[in-house]
């Protein structure tokens, strides 16, 4: 009797001086934050990630900062990074709640899910069923059909080589999604899938909604004078919802009536026995179909896009990519799936791409879900952990002249970090779209290359005016500025084919 008590004694002796000891522990380096309001005046409302890397220079790879109600914890570098979000993953991969998001009722969705909910592990069988290396192949075939299409229309109209490009990333979606073609530029579905999106990125905008800071504001009635962020949100997530449902409902049709393609949608709702599946396998898939194409469309976008400015600005490194392709698969053929390997200026290329211009530079929101102790610091339960992707590619021990577009730095006998390793994130949230980004930046950028050099605009005195490098976010994805650029022919006789 007396061992036992001791035993107890010593075990609750023990968990007391260690909780203490952690508790005791400082939170990582970072601004000084005011009494209330803590770190909320210094942050900016575009761009955060390059506020955080100025801090890390001041106060290392793992700062810590606060705003009313959140604290936040910024990693800089990829060893840390790597070793919280990934080597700890059951710790981190848990979501910040977005109550804007809840009060729309939109927390179900894909990047928002926690990662305790019921339906988190069959979202990513789904998205890694229907995106691993294996599958994305059958999707080649619509991959080089729309390759063919994006390069018509930058031959034929290449002034909005922006929305070319666009049509392309989000008729590959559509189809694999929900057996849609897309067969003109002014696609009823990608117009109302974008409005849908971008009016709901401003549910999780930073620092625009009160009820992110003081949460207990949710329960006020929506009549109330002040709750009319309640009202936002709610039509937010009405308007959301019947249009998510729309491009489903389709797929559903076109399976009743026996002539539908294979899609995502299609393999998950059509039993083998020909019965219906269950409301929440339904709303399972909706969910899954619904969030690829708001997570795919815009990131290769945008990544094509930064491909276009980086050919512009680094005309040598085009000449050497198209030189690659011409000796390669020669000049009377559009490279093809079957050519990449083969290719490996181009895949360095595309490496460069995403470190140069990563997509996401911030990724999304990490939550601890209990207190941790790294390098000697507390990170709270509940902190908010974002690995700064932009700063991980900025790193000068990683990557000699940082800012410079070089694929030559992924080659040779001791190639630099491959920014694979950072640029879809961490831990059981990482990427799940990334083999299918990666195919479709490497076909449409071996493909564009073959058919055309990118050039600046010329002035009235047939000078090249070189544009300046500007980016700009929406919500979380970063993309260059528009700017002109001139698509000049290579091969006419290629071009031809096309028509
Ligand atoms: C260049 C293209 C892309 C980049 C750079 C990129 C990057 C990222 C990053 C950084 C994250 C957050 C990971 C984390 O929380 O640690 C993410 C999440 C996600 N991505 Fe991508 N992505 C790209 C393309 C795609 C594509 C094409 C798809 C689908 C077809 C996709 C689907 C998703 C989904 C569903 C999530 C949420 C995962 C979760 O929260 O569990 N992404 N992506």
Redesign the pocket.
């Known amino acids: 009797m007396s061992s036992s008590i001791i035993v107890l004694f010593v075990a609750a002796a023990t968990v007391f001086f260690y909780t203490r000891r952690r508790s005791r522990l400082p939170l990582p380096p970072g601004p000084r934050p005011k009494f209330f309001t803590g770190n909320f005046h210094q942050l900016p409302k575009n761009e955060p990630w390059r506020m955080y890397a100025t801090w890390a220079e001041s106060y290392g790879p793992i700062i810590s900062f606060r705003v009313p109600n959140k604290q936040f914890i910024v990693l800089s570098s990829l060893k840390s990074a790597t070793e919280l979000?990934g080597l700890r993953a059951t710790t981190y991969s848990d979501r910040p709640r977005i109550w804007m998001m809840e009060l729309a009722k939109l927390n179900l969705n894909?990047?928002n899910i926690s990662f305790t909910h019921p339906y988190f592990k069959t979202y990513?069988t789904v998205?890694k069923n229907s995106?691993n290396t294996r599958t994305i192949q059958t999707y080649q075939s619509i991959q080089t059909e729309q390759s063919r299409v994006l390069l018509d229309g930058l031959h034929k109209d290449p002034e909005h080589f922006a929305g070319h490009i666009k049509r392309n990333t989000a008729a590959v979606?559509l189809y694999l999604a929900y057996g849609w073609k897309v067969i003109d530029n002014d696609d009823y579905w990608i117009r109302r899938l974008q409005d849908a999106f971008e009016s709901s990125a401003i549910l999780s905008q930073p620092g625009r909604w009160f009820v992110e800071v003081m949460p207990s504001l949710r329960f006020l009635p929506s009549w109330f004078p002040g709750a009319g962020f309640k009202r936002v949100a709610f039509q937010i997530g009405q308007r959301l919802g019947r249009v998510n449902g729309t491009p489903l409902n389709w797929t559903k049709q076109q399976i009743q009536s026996g002539n539908y393609t294979q899609s995502l949608v299609s393999k998950r709702l059509l039993q083998e026995d020909g019965s219906t599946v269950s409301a929440q396998q339904e709303e399972i898939v909706t969910w899954c179909s619904q969030?690829?194409y708001g997570?795919?469309a815009d990131?290769?976008t945008s990544?094509l896009t930064s491909f276009i400015l980086a050919m512009m600005l680094y005309p040598e490194v085009q000449k050497h990519a198209q030189a690659e392709i011409d000796v390669i698969v020669g000049q009377d053929q559009f490279p093809a799936f079957k050519d990449r390997e083969k290719l490996p200026y181009i895949g360095a290329l595309i490496q460069e791409l995403?470190r140069w211009a990563p997509?996401?530079p911030q990724?999304?929101p990490?939550h601890a879900m209990r207190e941790d102790v790294y390098e000697g610091y507390r990170i709270p339960k509940g902190a908010i952990v974002i690995?700064n992707?932009f700063s991980v590619s900025r790193d000068k021990e990683m990557y000699s002249d940082p800012l410079e577009f070089r694929p030559e730095r992924f080659l040779g006998p001791s190639p630099q970090s491959d920014p694979r390793k950072f640029?879809?994130?961490?831990?059981h949230?990482?990427?799940?779209?990334?083999h299918?980004?990666e195919a479709s930046l490497y076909l449409n950028i071996s493909c564009i290359l073959a058919a055309f050099t990118i050039a600046k605009q010329l002035d009235e005195m047939g000078e090249e005016i070189t544009p300046p490098v500007e980016f700009e976010n929406v919500g979380i994805i970063w993309r260059p500025k528009p700017f002109k650029c001139r698509f000049i022919p290579r091969n006419k006789d290629l071009l031809a084919t096309l028509s």
């Open positions: 979000l894909v990047f990513r998205l995106l979606i969030e690829i997570a795919g990131t290769i990544s995403l997509v996401t990724g999304l990490h690995a992707i640029v879809f994130g961490f831990g949230r990482k990427c799940p779209g990334l299918l980004a």
